[in-house]
């Protein structure tokens, strides 16, 4: 059995207006109905496969058990990275952790916003590198490169892949990004990998590793570990000695120090969706090189992605070549197509200009659900309210608004003040200024509700907490 | 004593999503912050103007009056055309309709959808022409062409324009649209100007010129004024007799028969707008040529147009060309500079496709205000409702859904089935289904009310309504 130990704390910005801080790409249906985090679980399941482990950060870790649920996967254990401290101390807290709970696993690593899209030739490249894995060698996965990239490193075989085909082939070592002209020598020698960042070992394997030649981030992530705090279903690492472990790859922690690495080549599609270029290819551009999602129209387009990301936002392109349009409610990209790698500068520009679009959506994820504003007036502001079943807001109450709590969707359970009374759809309830109140969904199906809040200040500091079953100030 | 008559009945869609049929771009703010129509009203009006009257259509009366408030003009006169028949029975209507109240009137016939960046100058060219109309001279104004454009008709001058200062020059003929070889010739012989569609005459040079050019005109377009419904301060021309004028310009009618004609030079600045690529000289573009509207950032952009049209949506444009972009919540058109002409065929496309963003916008306007769709689920709705002061919905009521009414600013008066109360911020009504309602702005202020609607069928069209100061159905 393997356990696939999903890494997904990442929070790119070259997706914008997609992939935001507060709800990055692999969060996002990118690609197909499912997100891209999704579909990575789901590819990582099945006979061979035990329950998956997930590193994320505390931002992301109600977002990822959403999304679990959704896909119907139950996680063997979500740990909470205190800081983002690159792959090194989240591969090594997985090890330890399994360590502790199952010493025997092979650890499939991947991160979790990759596109693969045939997701048996993938287990079938895993399942034929398994008994390297089993034999204590760190096995990686090197995908064949398609062009002379150079956003990836990649790997050096030290003999001939032949046909690509799925088998575990000794490794020379890890090549750093190339320029051009170092990836196009790569690319006609055949003998070149890119490093995808998969890996499958086993727990002893990769923790002898660590303690040769990382064993300076031995300690403080067993201590993180040791130390962590059960949470709701999240283990949250200790951050005091989190913070003492150094922000570094398992590449340069590890493998490239290591003398027992094995690749197994990978040759049946795989994308990093590293730029809305990658994006564009892995769309399924159409003879005149068009890709459209949503409700897009093209006329007389080439070489041209056009997105629309809401049902409502109609996207329409003349005449264009070589331009990629992201259109959102809230935020529009339109740049040509040779420039998507600036696209984090755009991110930065807006973020110099205070734009809250840099950083987050029109929708706040939270850990009983999610909310909007529809509206933003004066003296008012109106917001949809999602409470997933069984989940609860905080005991809470307002200095500044009233609200009216109208049911639109399932049954809530409304306490105010002294009070506390069943609300169902179509059935409203009022929230005097400074009533201390709180809203629950003691019911099977999602429960819809509208607020619509008046006041002089509406902003979401004005709140006092009294009790939250997710232990938020 | 000059009397603007302003011409608004058409719906271009070559500035599509912000024109569009239901809103069309005279009723915009495209450069500055009034609308084309509120330019057009106020560059018309001090003292020498007397008050104006303005023929549109039915569609449009309420947005025309709405607008005039906002701007502080009352008008003369509002005509509303049953069906657009070109402007030459509406000038005709304007003209009788004069006829009878101010017969001694000048005429300033003009578009309310051009624009004039320089006010005074304008008023001065009218000025300019006053005398040769009062003589019953038929008085057109040139503008001095900049380009060899294509799509205007030009007017030939008679004599050498010299500077192009204001003043009655004799007028050759009107000439078509020119293909591009022969728009070349007459920029270079420098004795053309283009035609703005603006004339200066009096009522009875007008009405005489159309008994002698266009006879057949005269008794339809008589009719239709004489057996005109007032309503509500509109005057609502006969439909019967509307119909058997011809759809006809007044050009065709009588202008390229008259043998009284004078024009007058403009030279200082005029644009009909007929393109994105006509916004974007306009707006004003920088050094590089890129204009921006609204929240828009440009990175390494050149010759390049980026608007947004809410303050709540950012636009990014990188690395573009020769690219125009306008954003709107629910629609977002990316084109090529040279391919603004081909908007209209993006219309067609959405309509084939039905798209509502073809022919209407989000917000709706009513004759008492404007309603707009803020989220729609399975089984509920909700919407923000404005009401102008004074103004009242229809007594109605729905088989298929219930309503929650919360008052977010103003004072709203609301009638469900015999009870009437006043209702004001921060409280709400209930309306069951089947329960007739009616909701009225008794205040001095809009009224602002959000509309939470719950049931199996929340269509416009579930609406049964006993009563109705605005006459509809």
């Known amino acids: 059995m393997i356990t696939p130990v999903l890494l997904c704390g990442g929070s790119g910005t070259r997706l914008w207006p997609l992939s935001r801080k507060s709800y990055p790409k692999q969060f996002a249906a990118l690609i197909g109905d499912t997100t891209l985090f999704q579909a990575s679980a789901t590819r990582l399941s099945g006979p061979d496969f035990a329950a998956p482990m997930v590193l ?133 020698a055949g003998t070149y990998l890119w490093n995808a960042g998969i890996f499958l070992f086993s727990v002893a394997a990769i923790l002898k590793a660590f303690r040769a030649y990382a064993p300076a981030l031995v300690d403080p992530v067993q201590a993180a570990v040791d130390q962590g705090k059960p949470d709701l279903g999240f283990l949250r690492l200790a951050p005091a000695p989190w913070a003492d472990a150094n922000d570094i790859s398992i590449d340069y922690a590890v493998m490239e120090h290591a003398d027992n690495l094995s690749v197994v080549p990978f040759a049946a599609g795989w994308s990093d969706l590293g730029g809305w270029d990658a994006v564009w290819r892995e769309t399924g551009p159409d003879a005149r090189g068009v890709a459209l999602s949503g409700p897009a129209t093209a006329l007389d387009c080439d070489d041209t992605l056009l997105r629309s990301e809401d049902d409502a936002l109609e996207v329409v392109g003349i005449g264009l070549k070589n331009i990629i349009t992201v259109a959102m409610p809230d935020a529009v990209l339109v740049a040509d197509a040779s420039r998507a790698q600036d696209v984090k500068q755009a991110v930065a520009a807006l973020k110099a200009k205070k734009a809250k679009q840099a950083e987050s959506f029109p929708k706040d994820h939270r850990p009983w659900g999610w909310f909007e504003s529809l509206v933003i007036g004066e003296r008012f502001q109106v917001k949809r309210i999602v409470v997933h079943p069984g989940a609860a807001l905080s005991l809470q109450s307002h200095h500044h608004r009233s609200e009216h709590w109208i049911v639109v969707e399932g049954t809530a359970k409304v306490t105010v003040d002294d009070d506390v009374k069943l609300v169902t759809e179509n059935q409203s309830v009022y929230i005097p200024l400074g009533a201390v109140h709180r809203m629950e969904n003691p019911g099977k199906v999602p429960m819809v509700l509208i607020e619509v809040q008046t006041g002089t200040y509406l902003g979401e500091d004005d709140i006092i907490r009294y009790e939250d079953v997710y232990s938020r100030d």
């Open 56 to 188: 994320t950060n505390a931002d992301f870790r109600f977002i990822v058990t959403e999304q679990l649920a959704e896909a119907g996967i139950d996680p063997a254990a979500i740990l909470i990275e205190p800081e983002g401290r690159n792959t090194a101390p989240a591969v090594l807290a997985a090890a330890l952790w399994l360590e502790k709970t199952d010493p025997d696993a092979l650890m499939l690593v991947a991160p979790s916003d990759h596109v693969v899209p045939d997701a048996a030739a993938f287990r079938a490249a895993i399942e034929a590198g398994t008994g390297a894995a089993e034999a204590g060698q760190l096995v990686t996965f090197g995908i064949k490169p398609t062009h002379a990239e150079t956003g990836y490193g990649y790997l050096e075989l030290a003999e001939d892949p032949g046909d690509f085909a799925a088998r575990p082939l000794a490794l020379s070592r890890f090549v750093e990004k190339p320029d051009a002209a170092r990836a196009e020598e790569m690319l006609a």
